[in-house]
């Protein structure tokens, strides 16, 4: 009587555990859901006054002016920059930290080094923002100015390259962490074959460990993407076609940080194209990761 009695106790523990866990994850869904819900209801009224063709098409975007014009390509060509400059750093320095924390490092040196760099995610970015614009950018006005190359003073190579240095945690830490799941046996069998550790590591351990490699890349990319104080501070919040990091250049971020200051009285056209801004941005960052997951895919198939 009491076994049964214990049993019936463990099932409804175990019923009601199982609800608070379907019940978190209910929760995200439903942010997730209500964060799109009121950007493309928002977005919806943007795009009853304004063509949708002129919005992609048009390589002027000035909301504010008194002939407002709404293409948002310089936007987007600002957060292209100023991302690829951030990946350029980030990806190659993040995976080499994490190989030599994973493969190469004693177990003290990478419980200290660790938590140290994952430090790095903590500092305000607005700190790194002043620290690209007044110590960054007067470095490359230097290094540049003999090849005849003028930086201004808000550029998106300062701010990417700082950008980078902000996501490499994020890179480092994942794949570190894949790299470590990677199964003993698969290492032991490199070594057997006569493989150094160097090979082993790139040949055998990132390739089993892509999975949350790409993962890795995809968060960092993502909180690069949606950044915002380093490019307002760093970048400028001026609109225009960029073609080279050297140049100035606002993102699609730093225009709803610049028009989200509470000045445009709400449900006008210019506030509204915080929201379509918003999508856009939304969309693009949903495009990079299923092609991210459609990579991923193909090459776990091929290895």
Do not use: C
């Not at 140290?116 to 540049?144: D, H, I, R, S, W």
């Not at 550790?197 to 993407?225: D, H, N």
């Not at 445009?264 to 856009?280: D, K, M, R, V």
Request: aromatic share 10%; charged share 15%.
């Amino acid at each position: 009587m009491e076994r049964d009695f214990t049993k019936k106790k463990v099932r409804v523990s175990e019923r009601i555990m199982e609800g608070l866990l379907f019940a978190a994850a209910a929760v995200a869904i439903a942010i997730v859901l209500g964060i799109v819900y009121v950007v493309v209801s928002e977005s919806t009224k943007f795009f009853a006054q304004v063509s949708a063709i002129e919005f992609l098409t048009s390589t002027t975007w000035t909301p504010l002016f008194d002939n407002p014009q709404y293409g948002i390509a310089p936007l987007l060509t600002g957060t292209f920059m100023s991302t690829l400059v951030a990946l350029a750093v980030a990806v190659p320095l993040g995976l080499l930290v994490a190989i030599w924390l994973s493969e190469f490092a004693g177990h003290r040196t990478r419980e200290t080094i660790k938590p140290t760099l994952e430090l790095l995610a903590a500092v305000p970015t607005v700190v790194y923002g002043y620290f690209a614009l007044l110590f960054v950018t007067p470095m490359l006005q230097q290094a540049l100015r003999p090849l005849g190359i003028e930086l201004p003073s808000f550029n998106l190579l300062s701010a990417g390259l700082v950008m980078g240095l902000m996501i490499i945690p994020y890179i480092a830490s994942l794949s570190e962490d894949a790299m470590r799941a990677v199964p003993r046996s698969m290492r032991e069998g490199s070594f057997a074959m006569g493989a150094t550790r160097l090979e082993t590591s790139f040949r055998v351990v990132v390739p089993a460990a892509v999975s949350g490699v790409v993962g890795a890349v995809i968060l960092g990319m993502s909180r690069a993407i949606g950044e915002t104080m380093i490019v307002v501070v760093a970048g400028g919040t001026q609109p225009q076609m960029v073609t080279t990091p050297a140049q100035g250049g606002a993102t699609v971020t730093a225009f709803i940080a610049q028009v989200a200051l509470g000045d445009l009285p709400f449900g006008t056209l210019e506030y509204n194209s915080i929201f379509a801004a918003g999508l856009a941005l939304l969309v693009l960052t949903l495009l990079f990761n299923f092609v991210a997951f459609f990579l991923q895919r193909r090459y776990r198939e091929a290895y």
